[in-house]
């Protein structure tokens, strides 16, 4: 099982990438589906991995925990991530140079073992729903590099600017937006238009 989604980013894969590598920005991508607990953080600075949980429709919740690895400039992150009580997936960012400063990210999972629940649960409508995350981490991902600098994140510094910063960091490999799948539909999660 391959579930995958792709969006044009405002920046080059260099400004993307930079954003995703560090830590603490992926912070700014979770919301009410994916509930961003403990970042795993290296004494250097790295993230080597993290733990979550993925809320589903009708109260439907999963543990997960990913793992990072590997992360080459600028355009590949990759890693791991182990869903409930069997369940390994396989996790990657492409950042594709798309011309004019721009990038095409694909965010791709493929599942490697699945355990009874989550073939269930795929089987059911999870495939759509997996789908619809990684169209709103895409949108939420897009936004957040369009925002305005200035709010302040991890060393005092300013977003805009740490963003930026070169950094041997890694990433966490999920992220979503409550608003629903804005790119590919520009429909949020209630089925209204977006502004």
């Given at each position: 099982?391959?579930?995958?989604?792709?969006?044009?980013?405002?920046?080059?894969?260099?400004?993307?990438?930079?954003?995703?590598?560090?830590?603490?920005?992926h912070?700014?991508?979770?919301?009410?589906?994916?509930?961003?607990?403990?970042l795993?953080?290296s004494?250097d600075?790295?993230?080597?991995?993290?733990?979550?949980?993925?809320?589903?429709?009708?109260?439907?919740?999963?543990?997960?925990?990913?793992?990072?690895?590997?992360?080459?400039?600028?355009?590949?992150?990759?890693?791991?991530?182990?869903?409930?009580?069997?369940?390994?997936?396989?996790?990657?960012?492409?950042?594709?140079?798309?011309?004019?400063?721009?990038?095409?990210?694909?965010?791709?999972?493929?599942?490697?073992?699945?355990?009874?629940?989550?073939?269930?649960?795929?089987?059911?409508?999870?495939?759509?729903?997996?789908?619809?995350?990684?169209?709103?981490?895409?949108?939420?991902?897009?936004?957040e590099?369009?925002?305005?600098?200035?709010?302040?994140?991890?060393?005092?510094?300013r977003?805009?600017?740490?963003?930026?910063?070169?950094?041997?960091?890694?990433?966490?490999?999920?992220?979503?937006?409550?608003?629903?799948?804005?790119?590919?539909?520009?429909?949020?999660?209630?089925?209204?238009?977006?502004?």
């Amino acid at each position: 099982m391959r579930i995958s989604a792709r969006r044009a980013l405002p920046v080059g894969p260099e400004e993307a990438f930079a954003f995703l590598i560090r830590p603490h920005n992926h912070r700014r991508l979770a919301t009410a589906r994916i509930a961003l607990g403990e970042l795993e953080v290296s004494d250097d600075g790295k993230l080597c991995g993290a733990r979550m949980v993925l809320r589903g429709p009708l109260r439907l919740s999963r543990p997960a925990r990913t793992r990072v690895i590997s992360a080459r400039r600028p355009g590949h992150l990759a890693g791991t991530a182990r869903v409930g009580a069997g369940t390994a997936v396989e996790v990657r960012w492409d950042l594709e140079d798309a011309g004019a400063g721009t990038t095409m990210a694909i965010l791709t999972a493929r599942a490697t073992r699945l355990a009874a629940p989550e073939r269930v649960l795929l089987a059911i409508g999870g495939q759509t729903w997996v789908r619809r995350l990684f169209e709103a981490t895409l949108e939420r991902l897009a936004t957040e590099l369009l925002q305005e600098p200035g709010r302040i994140c991890v060393a005092g510094r300013r977003e805009g600017q740490a963003w930026r910063l070169p950094t041997s960091s890694a990433l966490i490999l999920a992220g979503a937006d409550g608003r629903g799948v804005a790119a590919a539909t520009g429909r949020g999660g209630s089925g209204a238009p977006l502004p």
